[in-house]
C-alpha cells in the first residue's frame, strides 16, 4: 500500500533557508522519535532480513509472500504462488529494475514495497522526506476505546510511485508505539481505507516489528500477520530470529 518507488533510502537535499523553515514546519519533530523506538539508531547494523508476510481479507484477498532482503546491497528475494497457485520464486537487484522482466516491475517490485511498508513503516515515513508530517494532538482511537495522539503521514499527489497521495494516519502511544493506524489510499486501487490494530511486537536484533494486524479493509474483515522474522546483523552470517 505505500507509495515509494525506493523503498529505502536517505534523499540528500539543499534548500534555502526560508524552504529549510518550512520544510521544518512539514515535519514534525515527533517522527524522529517514533523511528528511534523502531531501531533507527542501529539500523546500519542490518545486513539482511527475511519475514513472510500474510493477508487474508475475505472476498477480497489472501495471499502469503516469503521475503529474504539485504538493504545495502538491493538483494531481494521472493517466494509466492501465482494465480493458478504454482509455486513463484525471483531474485533481483532493486538498483536494477528498469533491467528486470515486467513480472518483476509490475508485480514484485509493488508487492515487496508493500510488504515492506507493512514490516518498517514507522522508519520509511522518518525516511521518505517527501511526506508531510504533522501531529494532531490527542485523538480518539479508531478501534475501541481509548485515546492517544495522532501523527499523519502524508504524501503528494505528484510525488509518481505506485499510489501518490496516501495518508497513514498513526496512533502513537507515550513509548513511540504504534498503537492502531488508518490509511487512505491516495490512487484507485483498492482497498481504499484500512484501519487496523499494531500489536504482537517482537524484537529482531535492533529493530521493534509489529507482526499482528486486525481491523477492516473497505469494511470487510481484515487480518494481517507477519511471520519467520529474522534479520542478519554485521559481522555474522547468523539469523537471529524475532522474539
Given at each position: 500500500m505505500p507509495n515509494r518507488t525506493t523503498t529505502i533510502r536517505v534523499l540528500a537535499f539543499a534548500v534555502l533557508l526560508v524552504a529549510a523553515n518550512c520544510w521544518a514546519q512539514q515535519r514534525d519533530p515527533i517522527i524522529e522519535k517514533i523511528a528511534k523506538a523502531y531501531g533507527l539508531d542501529s539500523y546500519d547494523k542490518i545486513e539482511a532480513i527475511r519475514y513472510t508476510w500474510n493477508v487474508d481479507i475475505p472476498?477480497?484477498?489472501?495471499?502469503?509472500?516469503?521475503?529474504?532482503?539485504?538493504?545495502?546491497?538491493?538483494?531481494?528475494?521472493?517466494?509466492?504462488?501465482?494465480?493458478?497457485?504454482?509455486?513463484?520464486?525471483?531474485?533481483y537487484d532493486s538498483s536494477q529494475l528498469n533491467s528486470q522482466p515486467d513480472q518483476v516491475k509490475n508485480e514484485v517490485e509493488p508487492a515487496f514495497v508493500n510488504d515492506n511498508y507493512w514490516?518498517?513503516?514507522?522508519?520509511?515515513?522518518?525516511w521518505d522526506k517527501s511526506a508531510t508530517i504533522t501531529n494532531q494532538g490527542t485523538k480518539k482511537l479508531p478501534i475501541g476505546a481509548g485515546s492517544t495522539t495522532l501523527v499523519s503521514v502524508k504524501y503528494p499527489t505528484e510525488a509518481g510511485g505506485y499510489t501518490p497521495g496516501d495518508t497513514w494516519?498513526?496512533?502513537?502511544?507515550?513509548?513511540?508505539r504504534v498503537v492502531q493506524f488508518v490509511y487512505h489510499r491516495g490512487g484507485d486501487k483498492k482497498p481504499k481505507l484500512v484501519t487496523a490494530s499494531w500489536t504482537g511486537y517482537k524484537k529482531v536484533g535492533p529493530l521493534l516489528v509489529s507482526t499482528e494486524h486486525r481491523g477492516n479493509a473497505d469494511g470487510k474483515p481484515l487480518h494481517l500477520w507477519i511471520t519467520n522474522v529474522a534479520v542478519k546483523l554485521a559481522g555474522s552470517d547468523k539469523w537471529v530470529a524475532a522474539q
Open positions: 472476498g477480497l484477498f489472501k495471499a502469503s509472500h516469503k521475503w529474504e532482503w539485504e538493504p545495502k546491497t538491493g538483494k531481494i528475494t521472493y517466494e509466492s504462488t501465482d494465480k493458478d497457485g504454482k509455486p513463484v520464486k525471483v531474485t514490516l518498517l513503516f514507522p522508519l520509511h515515513a522518518y494516519d498513526l496512533y502513537v502511544g507515550k513509548d513511540y
